[in-house]
């Protein structure tokens, strides 16, 4: 087997291969898997002119990657930033490629994005750049070929103007095309708490593997978004006392606990936890190194890192953050006897409600609430249960274990599909 040698950089497409490589050796995966896996099966590049409030045309680079659709059609967000480029678009392809196999829902993965800032563009701006990706991509995604969503500095509006401008063009209105829309056009209950769901989820079941009770544990969440200030308010209500929490502003202690509901209150009045007096300020840094129980990352990618990965004190790890934690920390984590539940487990509930709101817009039929997080749960315990096996059964870390699930089961129906 002659797998590729990858450099220790920081980047998703290096942190990725590193992993998937360390997993695949493992396994033994055969060279005609591996490198098939290795390449996205398709990626589109678009330029896409549009008009500006100013009357000037602008010209905007956009992608989209289906990095596998052995497993279904391919499923990721997209995400409007001046950081996208392509390498990164398929590395966070193949992320979700991984993400959907572990938690079994039947989807391959996707990505895509737009070179563009969108806190400078109006909200006219916004519309006729999406339209234009929209239709640029028309025969490239589809219900049944690749299915987009929100990332990062998209939402609901957005998956809004793309069923639209979709449907427009073929003739029908197709809401399973996207996913993350707003309610009123097929959106599904749940699914914006459901990232911080799988969280707590994974952080319930992490918990007891380890011998604990909830009541004497101790969590600090790093990020106050939607995972982050969501995973807190579900891990208090299992009984763990939340002392940390933090935003872009910093870190605020507090050992006898912070309230959340009170942190989220003043979060959602000011706009960030800025002047919060719940607890005392600390840094960002020094956050990821209290002492606790439990730490959930759910900020933003490499925060813990071979610089800071020796000083963690936390027994556990959550990461409801994409990256969180570059691939040379790994192995410190894992010599301090770490658990981390890796992040293409551990936030993979947005993309099980994803797949129910599909499921939904296929039928007409939409479910309560209570029905979306009941079965959102079940996937998310059981694919945990499957991955602390593995990570039992090969003596490795439940990354390492994450990723040896996903590619067996990508690979052994890759074989079933045959090749050319
Ligand atoms: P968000 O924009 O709602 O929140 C991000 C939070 O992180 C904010 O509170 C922000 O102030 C804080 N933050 C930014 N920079 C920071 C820094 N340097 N230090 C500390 N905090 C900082 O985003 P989100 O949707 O909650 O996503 C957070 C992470 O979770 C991302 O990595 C995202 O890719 C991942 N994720 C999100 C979802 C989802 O459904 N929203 C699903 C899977 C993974």
Sequence with gaps: MSHSTIENKLNPLDSMMKRFDEAAKIIGLDDAVYNTLKYPAKSLTVHLPVMMDNGKVEVFEGHRVQHSTTLGPAKGGIRYSMDVDIDEVKALAAWMTWKTAIVGVPYGGGKGGIKCDPKKM??????????????ALSDFIGPDKDIPAPDMNTGGQEMAWIVDEYSKIKGEFTPAVITGKPISMGGSLGRVEATGRGVMVCTRSAIAKMGLRPDECTCVVQGFGNVGSISAKLIEMLGVKIIAISDITGGYYNPNGISVSDAMNYSQEKGNLEGF????????????????????????????????????????????????????????????????????????????????????????????????????????????????????????????????????????????????
């Excluded at 109006?122 to 239709?135: D, F, P, Q, W």
């Excluded at 998310?380 to 059964?393: G, L, P, Q, R, Y």
């Design 277 to 420: 007096t719940g607890g005392s300020k600390v840094s960002n840094s020094e956050l990821l190194e209290l002492d606790c129980t439990i730490l959930v990352p759910a900020a933003m990618e490499d925060q813990i890192t071979d610089k800071n990965a020796a000083n963690i004190k936390a027994k556990l790890i959550v990461e409801g953050a994409n990256g969180p934690t570059s691939a040379n920390a790994d192995k410190i984590l894992n010599d301090k006897g770490i658990i981390v539940v890796p992040d293409i487990l551990a936030n993979a509930g947005g993309v099980t409600v994803s797949y129910f709101e599909w499921v939904q817009n296929k039928m007409g039929y939409y479910w309560t609430e209570e029905r979306v997080n009941r079965r959102a749960d079940r996937l998310m315990k059981s694919a945990f249960d499957t991955v602390f096996e593995n990570s039992n059964k090969f003596n490795v870390s439940m990354r390492t274990a994450a990723y040896i699930v996903a590619i067996e089961k990508v690979a052994t129906t890759q074989r079933l599909r045959g090749t050319y």
């Design 122 to 135: 109006s909200k006219g701006e916004l519309e006729r750049l999406t339209r234009a990706y929209a239709a």
